[in-house]
């Protein structure tokens, strides 16, 4: 809201907190466009209070138990104080138990040790910690010299950034797309709902999110990626027929792939009814859901791929 205020833009938020930017468009009655990014990440939620004073987690968004091992968390508790501390397994010393190496990572294998002085379960809830706490993770985000970014919840942080280089760019030349364009920033996207309710009508949605990079993809962590499928099924025929138009005609380095296992706000406004058109781009994000990193070419790839088809 402050950035989107700086650049002289005015964001409204819907009930359930995702925020919004109308831009009037040039032409009247032509279709409008929805682009739409999310700012929530990954995180987690005190399940229950152990007796040894840990904390038993349950997830928020679907990522891998490993990939969370020995991170730094602080909980937040509801009356907003934050205490630091750190995910474990139950068994976190090679020194101390023989069956360290083979213990399951699941859900239930896993302690949040608080930096507290509390070696019990009453020690905790005089601390204020109770069931349904945030925690949340260090992001831990480096920029390095030769333009590569490491960092957690890349998504979408990366994606919110460059629908804001849209913004940025349109306060800063003053050009006026030719049809209504509508920002909004969801925050409920990575638990299944962020855009199933959107503030306006259009008649598309162009979803800015993270591009999967692995085995059977093209993507790299250079490339702006056009999603064609995913486990909502095809996206338009048409836009991503334009987006990859575009792309080339760009000269824009960029990857066509399908990712079964991935869902995003364009699928959340689809299943929930939703009468537009949707497709999906974004930077190519390696390790997506755990330690992840892209490339600035890659921003700025899916930057001149989002401001051209906005302003088509």
Request: proline share 4%.
């Amino acid at each position: 809201m402050k950035e989107a205020d700086r650049l002289g833009f005015h964001m409204e938020f819907i009930a359930k907190g995702g925020g919004f930017v109308r831009i009037a468009g040039a032409e009247r009655n032509a279709p409008g466009l929805i682009v739409g990014a999310h700012a929530d990440t990954l995180g987690a939620m005190v399940r229950s209070v152990n007796a040894d004073g840990t904390l038993r987690l349950t997830p928020i968004g679907g990522y891998m138990m490993e990939s969370i091992e020995n991170e730094y968390c602080p909980v937040h508790t509801r009356d907003g104080r934050a205490y630091t501390g750190t995910v474990l397994t139950k068994k976190p010393s090679v020194h101390v138990w023989e069956d360290a190496r083979e213990q399951k990572r699941n859900e239930a294998d896993y302690v949040v040790r608080i930096d507290e002085p509390a070696g019990s379960r009453d020690d905790v809830l005089r601390l204020g910690i109770r069931t349904g706490d945030f925690i949340s993770f260090d992001a831990r985000a480096v920029f390095l010299p030769n333009g590569y970014i490491k960092s957690r919840h890349l998504d979408d942080k990366a994606g919110v950034a460059v629908v804001f280089a849209l913004l940025e760019a349109l306060a800063r030349t003053g050009v006026r797309p030719r049809r209504d364009v509508t920002v909004f920033i969801s925050n409920h996207e990575e638990v299944g709902h962020g855009a199933a309710y959107l503030p306006v009508d259009a008649e598309e949605m162009l979803a800015v999110d993270m591009g999967a990079v692995g085995d059977d993809l093209f993507c790299t962590e250079r490339d702006v990626s056009i999603c064609a499928k995913d486990s909502g099924g095809p996206y338009d025929y048409g836009m991503t027929t334009r987006l990859i138009g575009l792309a080339r005609r760009l000269r824009l380095p960029h990857a066509v792939d399908i990712y079964p296992r991935y869902g995003s706000d364009a699928t959340a406004a689809l299943r929930a009814g939703r009468n537009l058109r949707a497709a999906l781009i974004g930077p190519g994000v390696h390790a997506s859901h755990a330690m992840e990193r892209t490339h600035e070419d890659a921003l700025r790839h899916t930057y001149l791929l989002l401001a051209a088809y906005a302003l088509e």
